[in-house]
C-alpha cells in the first residue's frame, strides 16, 4: 500500500484506482478552497496539480527518514527578503540569522519561473532534511520526497517547556520574542500527526509545559485538539490570540512583542477537570452553530451506516452468544474505520492468542486473499504488513490485566501512535477487582464509569465485547434465544451506560449473520434496526445479505472506500 499520508495527500481512505483531490502545495493560497485540482492515480502512485503543476511519484520518493537532502546553493539572505520580515512581518534580520533562515533563486511551479525565495531549512541536528521555498507572493513547494519533521525540531531538545505553532513564520514571531524552544508543524494545519511519533521519546517526554499556539480557524483548531489528545491536557496550554488570526498578526500589532510575551504568560492550564463553562466550549458551541449535526464516522456497509455511524469519545458495548461471530465483527468494524478515517486501533484481547493467528486473520480481510504465499504474492504480503505495522497495536501487560493497568497502556498508546480505536475483547479477560462488601452489580457500575472516563477524556471510541449470561433454546428451536444488552453478565448498566449497543446474531437455519442495533444514544448518529450479512470463511469478511462475494462488497460502491491492495477474482464463499 502507498502511503499518501507522509506526502499530505488526502485520499479520504480510498487506496486503489484514480481519484481528485486536494492539492497540499498550492491549496492554502487559494481563493476556491474546494478545488479539488489533484489527480491521483492511487494504484501507480502517480499524481498531478493541474493548477501549480505539483508533480509526486509516491512509489519512487518515499520519504527518507534520517537522510539530509542538499543545501540551497544560494546560502544567502538577500536584502528583500530581510527587508519584506522587518515591514511586513515584524521580525527583524537578528531572527531570520539565528534561524538559519536562507534565500535563493528557485523554479516555483505556481509562476512557472525563477523567483526569490525564502529558504525554511529543516535540520535535524546538523543535517538539512528539508527545505520549504516560499516566494513574496506565498507561493510554496517542498523538496519532493523528504521527510516531513517539525521546523526547529534542535530548538526544543532538552527543554522543560516549548511551544508550537501552525507555520514557520509563527515560531519566528516567538523567536523574535526570545523564546527559541518553538517548532510548527509541517504542512499546516492537519490532523495526522504521524510526523510527531518518531519525536515523542527524545523531544517531548521530557516537557513539563506545552504551549500550543496554533491558527483561530477551523482548521487550526482541529489541530490544536488532536494536539491535546496527544500530549495530554494536564501539562498543555492554550494560548488565546483572539479575536486575531495568529501570533505572528498579534506581533504586528503595537506593542506587539509585549502583546505575545503577554498572551504566552497568560495561557490558562487545562481547565478545572469536571467544571466547564460556555466560554470553555465556545469554540465546539460555533461549531454547532455554524455546522449544526452530522453524522458520524460510517463503515462503508450501506445497510450498516443507516443505522449506526460512529464518534470518538463514546462507548459501544457489543454481545452475543459464543460463535456468533462477535470478534470477527468487530475485526472488520475496526479496520473499516481505520481505511475509511485513518483511525488506529490498539486491542486487549488475550483471547486471540497467539498474536500472530490474529493478523493472520486482520491480512485476510484486507486482502481478501488466503494468508499463504499460494494465495498472496511477495510484495502483497510485505505491504500487508507495513500497514498493520502502522495501524494496529496490541496490548498484553506483562504484570497482570487490571483495569487501570490496561488504562495506562492505552493512554500511552495514545500519545505514542494516536490511536482512536480501542477494543476489549472479551469483559472477562480482565481481572476485576471486586472491593470488600461490593455487589457485582456496583461494581460494574464503578467499571462502566471508568471506561466512559477514559473514553471521554481520550476523545477514543471503546468497543467493549461482553459475553451474555446462558441463554436457553426455545422448546422445538434448534436455534439460542437472541440475547439482548440486559442480558449481559452483572448488570443492566450495560444498556444504560453505553452509547452504542450492538447484539451479533448468526442464524445457521438462514446462513445468515444479523447485527441488532439496539442503542444509539444520539439520534444524528443513528437509530435502532438490523443488518443482515453473509460471512465469507475464506476471507473472514461480512457481504450485506443479498451482494456478490467480490471486493465491491468490502467497499459500497460510490464511497470512498476501497479495497486495500487488489481486486482478487472470485475466491469462493462459505454462506455459514
Request: charged share 25%.
Amino acid at each position: 500500500m502507498i502511503n499518501f499520508e507522509k506526502f499530505n495527500v488526502q485520499t479520504g481512505g480510498k487506496t486503489s484506482g484514480r481519484m481528485k483531490t486536494f492539492c497540499p502545495q498550492c491549496r492554502d493560497r487559494r481563493s476556491n478552497k474546494r478545488d479539488k485540482s489533484l489527480s491521483v492515480n492511487l494504484d501507480t502512485g502517480l499524481a498531478y496539480c493541474h493548477y501549480c503543476n505539483w508533480t509526486l511519484n509516491a512509489r519512487d520518493t518515499k520519504p527518507a527518514p534520517r537522510l539530509p537532502i542538499a543545501p540551497p546553493q544560494t546560502a544567502v539572505l538577500a536584502q528583500e527578503v530581510v527587508t519584506w520580515f522587518s515591514t511586513r512581518r515584524a521580525i527583524p534580520a537578528s531572527t531570520l540569522i539565528a534561524a538559519g533562515i536562507t534565500s535563493a533563486v528557485e523554479y516555483m511551479p505556481q509562476t512557472r519561473q525563477k523567483e526569490l525565495c525564502i529558504c525554511f531549512n529543516y535540520y535535524e541536528g546538523n543535517r538539512l532534511v528539508n527545505t520549504k521555498f516560499r516566494d513574496l507572493a506565498k507561493n510554496f513547494k517542498l523538496v519532493a520526497g523528504a521527510e516531513m519533521i517539525p521546523y526547529n525540531i534542535n530548538g526544543i531538545l532538552g527543554t522543560e517547556e516549548c511551544i508550537i505553532t501552525e507555520g514557520e513564520i509563527d515560531a519566528l514571531s516567538f523567536m523574535a520574542i526570545g523564546r527559541t524552544d518553538v517548532i510548527s508543524a509541517p504542512g499546516g494545519a492537519n490532523r495526522n500527526l504521524s510526523w510527531l511519533d518518531r519525536f515523542l521519546p527524545t523531544h517531548f517526554d521530557d516537557k513539563r509545559v506545552i504551549y500550543i499556539c496554533t491558527d483561530t480557524d477551523h482548521k487550526g483548531l482541529e489541530l490544536r485538539d488532536e494536539l491535546l489528545r496527544r500530549l495530554g491536557t494536564e501539562r498543555c496550554r492554550v494560548v488565546d490570540l483572539s479575536p486575531l488570526k495568529d501570533a505572528n498578526e498579534l506581533l504586528q500589532q503595537s506593542h506587539g512583542a509585549d502583546a505575545l510575551k503577554a498572551a504566552l504568560a497568560a495561557a490558562p492550564p487545562a481547565p478545572l477537570e469536571g467544571v466547564y463553562t460556555a466560554d470553555e466550549l465556545s469554540d465546539e458551541l460555533r461549531a454547532l452553530y455554524e455546522n449544526g449535526l452530522g453524522s458520524g464516522a460510517e463503515t462503508g456497509w450501506e445497510n450498516f451506516d443507516e443505522l449506526c455511524t460512529f464518534e470518538p469519545g463514546r462507548i459501544c458495548v457489543l454481545t452475543g452468544i459464543p460463535g456468533c461471530g462477535k470478534s470477527e465483527f468487530v475485526d472488520e468494524l475496526v479496520l473499516r474505520l481505520n481505511l475509511r478515517h485513518h483511525w488506529r486501533v490498539a486491542y486487549f484481547s488475550p483471547e486471540n492468542m497467539p498474536m500472530v493467528y490474529h493478523l493472520q486473520k486482520l491480512a485476510e480481510k484486507l486482502t481478501g486473499r488466503r494468508f499463504h504465499k499460494d494465495s498472496m504474492s511477495d510484495a502483497l504480503y510485505r505491504d500487508t504488513v507495513e500497514y498493520l505495522q502502522e495501524n494496529v497495536v496490541s496490548i498484553l501487560p506483562k504484570d497482570d490485566f487490571t483495569v487501570d493497568n490496561i488504562f495506562s497502556k492505552a493512554r500511552e498508546l495514545i500519545y505514542r501512535r494516536g490511536i482512536r480505536v480501542f477494543v476489549i475483547d472479551p469483559l472477562n479477560s480482565i481481572d476485576h477487582l471486586v472491593a470488600r462488601g461490593e455487589t457485582e452489580t456496583q461494581y460494574m457500575n464503578r467499571f462502566l464509569n471508568k471506561l466512559t472516563t477514559f473514553a471521554r477524556r481520550n476523545r477514543c471510541l471503546v468497543i467493549l465485547v461482553a459475553h451474555p449470561r446462558k441463554m436457553n433454546r426455545e422448546l422445538g428451536s434448534k436455534s439460542a434465544v437472541v440475547p439482548d444488552l440486559y442480558d449481559i453478565s452483572g448488570s443492566a448498566a450495560f444498556f444504560n451506560k453505553c452509547d452504542y449497543g450492538l447484539v451479533v446474531e448468526r442464524d445457521r437455519e438462514a446462513s445468515v449473520t444479523r447485527v441488532h442495533v439496539e442503542k444509539v444514544k444520539f439520534r444524528h448518529l443513528g437509530d435502532k434496526g438490523t443488518a443482515s450479512f453473509v460471512f465469507n470463511a475464506n476471507n473472514g469478511r461480512f457481504v450485506p445479505r443479498g451482494m456478490p462475494f467480490d471486493n465491491r462488497n468490502w467497499v459500497v460502491p460510490g464511497t470512498s472506500m476501497a479495497p486495500l491492495f487488489e481486486n482478487p477474482q472470485n475466491i469462493g464463499c462459505n454462506e455459514g
